[in-house]
């Protein structure tokens, strides 16, 4: 239990300092940008929304550092995002809301599996110690693990969507379709989740089963796996509970870990599929010089991150009993 | 009967014997058994040629330096090597069939029932995110027994043996103290009393007193319940005082092989001799302690002829162009040319036995 | 990024004696020798691009969109560059920022790993804590935040964006591995001889992580490698600048997958994935010469087959 807790203080300070971060950033920036800004929009902003500007990189404000600061901390508190500055007047929160779901669908589905798939298969890998299997994963993951995440997109939009043109490669759905809980429609969604699905599935799923398969290799050679041979245990007994269970746990935090890098790939993903998701938000609000947006999205992601770290980490101290006794 | 040779306190107190003779008929039967290590620049044999019986009851102890290849040899019989090592010759007959050769899966109906084995570190040897209990259970499901009072009660029942509380089987390897978890993996391999334990080193972890603890343990069980044990160690005056018959190993290599008190009142092998020449007596006297010159050989570059000449006191120029079969002189087998050829001019004023 | 697992146990050897041995150990090993092969393919392209393309890559002189002919061996760009000119001389860029991120990036993660260790405590503890939080707070898109407020990122800047923001991986592992260091013998004799900490740091223990070390800069600069290009792709790097990233970012915009124009697309793809797994081949090899259990095994064929389970 206070392993948890100790996760979880960890788990504010960080969001506190992605806050900060937010917060000084856009301050620390060399020359004046917000002069800069402020000549683009003229003429474009109403007043609102230049006093929204004028906020985020605390110029013309009668405020010290500090006042704005706590304002600042209040402010995300209470979930005012502010408001978007090219989907004005809407407010932040609720723009981010419809990138929400698609992200959470895509992203989330996906890593689930990739992590369930390699981990499955970086077993069965080393498992099979001198096998096909082990021969080829290796250097081959070694390899999709380096290839940039949006160059298997693009060629996934070459191949299958361009040349064979067996599935779409835009957007969440169809311009045309209506949204609704009919078949049709899921249909749709389906359909232009395949492709940007797989890209992420692909470039995702190399550093699970790597990891799983060395981590295997090491514990397969400790002298509790040869002791459960000993006592005649039948095989998947052995490579389940005796090499798996100890050769995941510290990949569940190496899981959390790399997670900040699958986000990464989500959003260059989205990118280039077009895909209406938190990724594709934020580079649009940063082509948009839209900062109110891009602030509250990052902190998003961090949010999410931090969450699925937290999980891991419950999880870990479910599995290991080692851990309720640390420190 | 205790024997007066060895007024070993601890055991007269116990009451056990050692010369009770075992009951006729080995229960092993390891023949020729050679193990190699395969490797990028060729293969290394660890295990040359190696031959031994051991009898329902006999408590046999292998000795020898780090690197003789005694693990590699308790391993290769308990059929539990792993790549790069393998049986490369040789069999292994537990009660007449031959397990070399034989898969996994084969060999589960006797692991465990009839052999079990016991490592070097609990903490190493048990699964360290699983309770004792579990790792108990384990082993009893995988051979059939699925009632849970009854897996309850055994696991009870063998920790009561070793002297353990049985509310432990809840507990996590982590929780036990050194000898408790070395304890426990002894009652574990207790479980269905098999014909043969195989021990590997269980003792080096701990400390001399909870060594001594443990050996007086593993030997009560062994009278009570009748199961062989092959003990594996590098201490040799450890395992003197509760071993049967004895095994001294070099460089993959059987030296010498008989029975424990022939071989301590009268060491043949140069070998043998150095390393009891190397324990002093407590109570003994003063004698100049010897250790033995140099180190083992490396196994991928052997020396030509006997392998120990390099550190022989009694080499002579044919040890260098002959390897050395076992000859056997009394009941022991020993293998070295000089002792083959009758030579007598053994140092018998330097003789170690066991009476201090 | 690449897998690693840290199971590397360092001796005292000499610098030379170990030269030689890691020399050999890469000659063996077939993946450290594709991976060097490219690596110093891609110098040697970066050295002397003049070499190989003749064409200016800034020079928008030619018909666009061509496919690949004898005079454009990739065809050229939907501006008119020449595409080969512009891979070509866009290795320069890629390579410094990789190297140059690397190293950056590895020194500050030895220099804050390697203290942290050493001085245990508190400060241990705030620094880990440090490390930590950088770590978990996602790198891409604080990238993306930091290199919007910067605007037009030059090769300078996005040095300097993916050193501070890249650190905190490899000072882990570097942290962990020191940490096993610090009990050991001779560091005790050198600080009973007096030595100071900073000495002890630098002389000592840091040329005993070689391995750790060179294992850290290959993930780096991998790293680099993948961010810098991801950022210019979405057109956070300098749009001007001859770099892969930047080739990928015009034939974005020029939308030259939906016209069919594919090599705009494939040859920078191509040679990112092709550097990346460059440094990523290094960096797995010197995983299995450190942990030899990692290694390709032979399947053994003979009546005694013995596998982890028979």
């Given at each position: 239990?206070?392993?948890?807790?100790?996760?979880?203080?960890?788990?504010?300070?960080?969001?506190?300092?992605?806050?900060?971060?937010?917060?000084?950033?856009?301050?620390?920036?060399?020359?004046?940008?917000?002069?800069?800004?402020?000549?683009?929009?003229?003429?474009?902003?109403?007043?609102?929304?230049?006093?929204?500007?004028?906020?985020?990189?605390?110029?013309?404000?009668?405020?010290?550092?500090?006042?704005?600061?706590?304002?600042?901390?209040?402010?995300?508190?209470?979930?005012?995002?502010?408001?978007?500055?090219?989907?004005?007047?809407?407010?932040?929160?609720?723009?981010?809301?419809?990138?929400?779901?698609?992200?959470?669908?895509?992203?989330?589905?996906?890593?689930?599996?990739?992590?369930?798939?390699?981990?499955?298969?970086?077993i069965?890998?080393?498992?099979?110690?001198?096998?096909?299997?082990?021969?080829?994963?290796?250097?081959?993951?070694?390899?999709?693990?380096?290839?940039?995440?949006?160059?298997?997109?693009?060629?996934?939009?070459?191949?299958?969507?361009?040349?064979?043109?067996?599935?779409?490669?835009?957007?969440?759905?169809?311009?045309?379709?209506?949204?609704?809980?009919?078949?049709?429609?899921?249909?749709?969604?389906?359909?232009?989740?395949?492709?940007?699905?797989?890209?992420?599935?692909?470039?995702?799923?190399?550093?699970?089963?790597?990891?799983?398969?060395?981590n295997m290799?090491?514990i397969?050679?400790?002298?509790y796996v040869?002791?459960a041979?000993?006592?005649?245990?039948?095989?998947?007994r052995i490579m389940l509970d005796y090499a798996a269970r100890n050769a995941i746990l510290?990949n569940l935090?190496?899981?959390?870990?790399?997670?900040?890098?699958?986000?990464?790939?989500?959003?260059?993903?989205?990118?280039?599929?077009?895909?209406?998701?938190?990724?594709?938000?934020?580079?649009?609000?940063?082509?948009?010089?839209?900062?109110?947006?891009?602030?509250?999205?990052?902190?998003?992601?961090?949010?999410?991150?931090?969450?699925?770290?937290?999980?891991?980490?419950?999880?870990?101290?479910?599995f290991d009993p080692?851990?309720?006794?640390?420190? | 009967?205790?024997?007066?040779?060895?007024?070993?306190?601890?055991?007269?107190?116990?009451?056990?014997?050692?010369?009770?003779?075992?009951?006729?008929?080995?229960?092993?039967?390891?023949?020729?058994?050679?193990?190699?290590?395969?490797?990028?620049?060729?293969?290394?044999?660890?295990?040359?040629?190696?031959?031994?019986?051991?009898?329902?009851?006999?408590?046999?102890?292998?000795?020898?330096?780090?690197?003789?290849?005694?693990?590699?040899?308790?391993?290769?019989?308990?059929?539990?090597?792993?790549?790069?090592?393998?049986?490369?010759?040789?069999?292994?007959?537990?009660?007449?069939?031959?397990?070399?050769?034989?898969?996994?899966?084969?060999?589960?109906?006797?692991?465990?029932?009839?052999?079990?084995?016991?490592?070097?570190?609990?903490?190493?040897?048990?699964n360290p995110v699983t309770?004792?209990?579990k790792?108990?259970?384990?082993?009893?499901?995988?051979?059939?027994?699925?009632?849970?009072?009854?897996?309850?009660?055994?696991?009870?029942?063998?920790?009561?043996?070793?002297?353990?509380?049985?509310?432990?089987?809840?507990?996590?390897?982590?929780?036990?103290?050194?000898?408790?978890?070395?304890?426990?993996?002894?009652?574990?391999?207790?479980?269905?009393?098999?014909?043969?334990?195989?021990?590997?080193?269980?003792?080096?972890?701990?400390?001399?007193?909870?060594?001594?603890?443990?050996?007086?343990?593993?030997?009560?069980?062994?009278?009570?319940?009748?199961?062989?044990?092959?003990?594996?160690?590098?201490?040799?005056?450890?395992?003197?005082?509760?071993?049967?018959?004895?095994?001294?190993?070099?460089?993959?290599?059987?030296?010498?092989?008989?029975?424990?008190?022939?071989?301590?009142?009268?060491?043949?092998?140069?070998?043998?001799?150095?390393?009891?020449?190397?324990?002093?007596?407590?109570?003994?006297?003063?004698?100049?302690?010897?250790?033995?010159?140099?180190?083992?050989?490396?196994?991928?570059?052997?020396?030509?002829?006997?392998?120990?000449?390099?550190?022989?006191?009694?080499?002579?120029?044919?040890?260098?162009?002959?390897?050395?079969?076992?000859?056997?002189?009394?009941?022991?087998?020993?293998?070295?040319?000089?002792?083959?050829?009758?030579?007598?001019?053994?140092?018998?004023?330097?003789?170690?036995?066991?009476?201090? | 990024?690449?897998?690693?697992?840290?199971?590397?146990?360092?001796?005292?050897?000499?610098?030379?004696?170990?030269?030689?041995?890691?020399?050999?150990?890469?000659?063996?090993?077939?993946?450290?020798?594709?991976?060097?092969?490219?690596?110093?393919?891609?110098?040697?392209?970066?050295?002397?691009?003049?070499?190989?393309?003749?064409?200016?890559?800034?020079?928008?002189?030619?018909?666009?969109?061509?496919?690949?002919?004898?005079?454009?061996?990739?065809?050229?760009?939907?501006?008119?560059?020449?595409?080969?000119?512009?891979?070509?001389?866009?290795?320069?860029?890629?390579?410094?920022?990789?190297?140059?991120?690397?190293?950056?990036?590895?020194?500050?993660?030895?220099?804050?790993?390697?203290?942290?260790?050493?001085?245990?405590?508190?400060?241990?503890?705030?620094?880990?804590?440090?490390?930590?939080?950088?770590?978990?707070?996602?790198?891409?898109?604080?990238?993306?935040?930091?290199?919007?407020?910067?605007?037009?990122?030059?090769?300078?800047?996005?040095?300097?964006?993916?050193?501070?923001?890249?650190?905190?991986?490899?000072?882990?592992?570097?942290?962990?591995?020191?940490?096993?260091?610090?009990?050991?013998?001779?560091?005790?004799?050198?600080?009973?001889?007096?030595?100071?900490?900073?000495?002890?740091?630098?002389?000592?223990?840091?040329?005993?992580?070689?391995?750790?070390?060179?294992?850290?800069?290959?993930?780096?600069?991998?790293?680099?490698?993948?961010?810098?290009?991801?950022?210019?792709?979405?057109?956070?790097?300098?749009?001007?600048?001859?770099?892969?990233?930047?080739?990928?970012?015009?034939?974005?915009?020029?939308?030259?997958?939906?016209?069919?124009?594919?090599?705009?697309?494939?040859?920078?793809?191509?040679?990112?994935?092709?550097?990346?797994?460059?440094?990523?081949?290094?960096?797995?090899?010197?995983?299995?010469?450190?942990?030899?259990?990692?290694?390709?095994?032979?399947?053994?064929?003979?009546?005694?087959?013995?596998?982890?389970?028979?």
């Open positions: 239990m206070r392993f948890v807790l100790r996760r979880a203080g960890f788990f504010l300070l960080t969001l506190w300092a992605a806050v900060t971060l937010n917060f000084f950033l856009p301050r620390m920036m060399p020359g004046n940008p917000a002069i800069a800004m402020m000549a683009k929009f003229h003429g474009r902003l109403t007043g609102q929304s230049l006093i929204a500007l004028e906020t985020i990189f605390g110029v013309n404000t009668h405020e010290s550092l500090l006042a704005q600061y706590w304002h600042y901390l209040c402010d995300i508190a209470t979930g005012n995002f502010g408001t978007s500055l090219f989907f004005f007047p809407s407010p932040v929160s609720q723009v981010v809301r419809s990138a929400l779901f698609w992200t959470l669908g895509l992203v989330g589905l996906t890593t689930i599996v990739a992590f369930l798939l390699g981990t499955g298969v970086g069965v890998a080393a498992w099979r110690r001198g096998g096909l299997l082990d021969g080829i994963a290796p250097p081959v993951l070694v390899i999709t693990s380096a290839i940039p995440y949006f160059w298997i997109g693009m060629m996934f939009i070459m191949i299958f969507g361009l040349k064979l043109r067996w599935l779409p490669w835009s957007g969440g759905t169809d311009i045309t379709a209506v949204p609704g809980w009919n078949p049709a429609y899921i249909g749709n969604v389906l359909e232009h989740a395949i492709l940007p699905g797989m890209a992420l599935l692909i470039t995702t799923i190399g550093t699970w089963t790597l990891t799983m398969r060395n290799v090491t397969l050679a400790e002298d040869r002791m041979r000993a006592k005649g245990l039948p095989a998947r510290p935090t190496g899981f959390a870990m790399s997670l900040g890098f699958v986000v990464g790939g989500a959003i260059l993903i989205e990118y280039v599929f077009n895909y209406p998701g938190v990724g594709y938000m934020l580079l649009q609000a940063v082509q948009n010089e839209d900062y109110p947006l891009m602030q509250a999205l990052f902190l998003l992601i961090t949010v999410a991150v931090l969450v699925a770290i937290l999980l891991a980490d419950i999880a870990t101290a479910i080692r851990t309720r006794t640390a420190r | 009967m205790s024997n007066p040779q060895l007024p070993d306190p601890v055991l007269e107190v116990s009451g056990l014997s050692l010369s009770d003779p075992p009951v006729p008929g080995p229960v092993l039967e390891v023949s020729g058994l050679s193990v190699e290590y395969v490797l990028d620049r060729g293969s290394v044999r660890a295990v040359d040629d190696v031959s031994f019986t051991v009898s329902r009851g006999e408590f046999l102890g292998i000795v020898g330096e780090s690197g003789c290849g005694k693990s590699t040899l308790l391993f290769g019989v308990a059929q539990l090597l792993a790549p790069p090592a393998r049986i490369c010759g040789g069999t292994v007959r537990f009660q007449g069939k031959n397990l070399v050769g034989l898969t996994d899966k084969q060999l589960s109906a006797i692991r465990w029932r009839d052999v079990s084995v016991v490592m070097q570190s609990a903490m190493n040897a048990l309770s004792i209990g790792q108990f259970k384990d082993a009893m499901q995988a051979h059939g027994v699925r009632n849970g009072d009854e897996i309850a009660a055994r696991s009870a029942e063998v920790l009561r043996m070793v002297g353990i509380d049985p509310v432990h089987l809840r507990s996590y390897p982590h929780q036990l103290s050194g000898g408790m978890r070395q304890r426990s993996m002894i009652a574990m391999a207790m479980l269905f009393t098999p014909d043969l334990i195989i021990m590997d080193e269980p003792t080096s972890a701990l400390d001399v007193v909870a060594q001594r603890a443990m050996m007086v343990q593993i030997k009560e069980l062994q009278q009570t319940y009748g199961f062989a044990v092959i003990f594996v160690t590098h201490d040799m005056s450890l395992i003197s005082h509760f071993s049967d018959r004895l095994m001294v190993m070099y460089a993959g290599q059987v030296g010498e092989l008989g029975s424990t008190r022939k071989i301590f009142d009268r060491p043949r092998h140069p070998y043998t001799r150095g390393l009891l020449e190397a324990f002093p007596s407590i109570r003994g006297p003063r004698v100049p302690l010897k250790g033995i010159p140099g180190n083992p050989p490396d196994l991928a570059r052997l020396p030509t002829g006997c392998r120990f000449h390099p550190r022989c006191p009694l080499a002579v120029e044919r040890c260098m162009h002959v390897t050395p079969g076992l000859y056997q002189m009394d009941e022991t087998l020993v293998r070295c040319l000089r002792l083959a050829d009758g030579d007598t001019s053994q140092r018998t004023d330097e003789h170690r036995s066991l009476t201090p | 990024m690449a897998a690693t697992t840290v199971t590397t146990q360092p001796g005292r050897a000499s610098a030379g004696h170990a030269a030689r041995r890691f020399w050999r150990a890469v000659r063996r090993n077939r993946k450290a020798t594709a991976g060097a092969v490219l690596l110093v393919l891609f110098c040697l392209i970066a050295l002397f691009p003049g070499v190989l393309a003749h064409d200016d890559p800034t020079a928008q002189i030619y018909p666009r969109n061509l496919g690949p002919s004898a005079a454009h061996l990739f065809g050229t760009s939907g501006l008119g560059n020449d595409l080969f000119a512009q891979a070509v001389w866009g290795t320069r860029q890629v390579l410094i920022i990789a190297l140059g991120a690397g190293l950056a990036a590895t020194t500050i993660a030895a220099v804050i790993g390697v203290t942290a260790a050493y001085l245990g405590g508190t400060w241990d503890g705030a620094l880990n804590l440090l490390t930590d939080v950088l770590l978990v707070i996602p790198l891409f898109p604080l990238l993306i935040v930091i290199a919007a407020y910067v605007q037009n990122s030059g090769t300078l800047v996005l040095i300097a964006v993916l050193t501070l923001t890249g650190w905190s991986y490899t000072a882990r592992q570097l942290r962990s591995q020191a940490l096993t260091l610090r009990r050991r013998d001779f560091l005790e004799a050198a600080r009973v001889r007096g030595e100071r900490p900073l000495y002890i740091i630098v002389v000592e223990i840091l040329p005993t992580m070689i391995s750790l070390l060179l294992a850290a800069f290959l993930t780096n600069a991998l790293y680099a490698v993948l961010f810098a290009s991801s950022l210019q792709y979405i057109g956070l790097g300098d749009p001007n600048a001859t770099s892969w990233g930047t080739m990928l970012y015009w034939a974005q915009n020029n939308e030259a997958l939906q016209a069919g124009y594919y090599l705009q697309a494939i040859v920078p793809g191509a040679c990112i994935a092709l550097l990346g797994a460059a440094f990523a081949l290094l960096n797995y090899a010197f995983d299995e010469i450190g942990n030899p259990a990692l290694r390709p095994v032979r399947k053994i064929r003979s009546k005694h087959v013995q596998s982890a389970t028979s």
